[in-house]
């Protein structure tokens, strides 16, 4: 598959720490537990589709600063397109990132000026004319060539994240052009059942996809008018799960464009993001299809379907 992925790319500071909430004091030594990557949504997304084989662009704003440089050095390093990445920000996007032993993370995402900044359709056409699939990011900068992508026939991918409202402004247009959908539970007003039954009647995605987190995941089919609901897998020591609905994002998005049905994509999507998790770094613990294809055939995901 050929995609492009435009969206934030940043440095990520990892800390693992005792609990939360954090109790005050003036130095701890949480030895090999502090780590500093590339990261950020779009090169998260970028580096596990090229894991599962995938050829993909990137599209991103940096700085012209040392971290700007590291991340220009990682994306040669991964053999993902560098041509679409722009240093136009006053300093390049950094992120700490907080998690405890039980999977709970605190993340701290100083964005720059980059919610200042637009992608010209002109700087990447080229690259979205040669992609099967065009991954918009919920950033400000997408904005200015969401609707054009939908009007070039594009198929488009958005993760939202964390959704509390549907008449959520912020992320409206995204939900309005994307046909494959995505977000979290964290913060829903209502059962995740509810609300993707709320979603699929307001906005026109041909799938949405709810993470459940240790729950699983939901998925609603337009095709099918079905909704499924699966359980979580469950692979080894859980080490941190930040990054773990990227994973989840990507691998859907790799078999779904692959051929797969939705439902076949959505389970080894999960093993791929249960794999993932026994890693630090939200960018760290990708694997390869074969891998996933040994451990789908050796893991039962219970499956519960209701027509809508």
Request: hydrophobic letters at 40%; glycine letters at 6%; charged letters at 30%.
């Amino acid at each position: 598959m050929k995609a492009i992925v435009s969206g934030l790319i940043n440095i990520e500071t990892t800390l693992r720490v005792r609990k939360f909430p954090i109790e005050y004091y003036p130095i701890d030594y949480p030895f090999f537990g502090i780590k500093s990557e590339v990261s950020g949504v779009a090169y998260n997304v970028a580096k596990a589709l090229i894991t599962l084989g995938n050829e993909i662009q990137i599209s991103s704003f940096i700085g012209k600063d040392e971290e700007g440089k590291r991340i220009l050095s990682k994306l040669e390093y991964e053999k993902i397109g560098k041509s679409f990445i722009f240093d136009e920000l006053k300093e390049t996007p950094v992120t700490v990132a907080l998690y405890d032993e039980e999977g709970k993370r605190q993340i701290y995402c100083d964005l720059k000026d980059i919610q200042e900044k637009e992608i010209e359709l002109f700087g990447v056409e080229e690259a979205i004319k040669d992609s099967e699939l065009v991954i918009l990011c919920n950033i400000n900068f997408n904005r200015s060539i969401l609707k054009k992508v939908k009007k070039m026939g594009k198929l488009i991918a958005s993760d939202v994240h964390v959704l509390s409202d549907i008449n959520d402004e912020y992320n409206r247009e995204f939900m309005e052009c994307a046909d494959i959908l995505f977000l979290s539970d964290e913060q829903l007003p209502c059962s995740a059942e509810s609300f993707i039954l709320e979603l699929k009647e307001r906005f026109p995605s041909k799938i949405i996809v709810i993470g459940l987190g240790k729950e699983g995941a939901l998925m609603w089919e337009r095709s099918k008018n079905r909704v499924y609901r699966l359980e979580a897998v469950h692979i080894d020591e859980v080490v941190n799960t930040i990054g773990a609905g990227d994973a989840l994002f990507s691998a859907f998005i790799n078999y779904y464009m692959k051929g797969y049905q939705a439902l076949e994509a959505l389970i080894r999507a999960e093993i791929f993001a249960a794999l993932k998790i026994r890693c630090s770094g939200a960018s760290d613990g990708f694997v390869g299809e074969s891998i996933v294809e040994s451990y789908y055939q050796k893991n039962k995901i219970n499956v519960r379907e209701t027509d809508c």
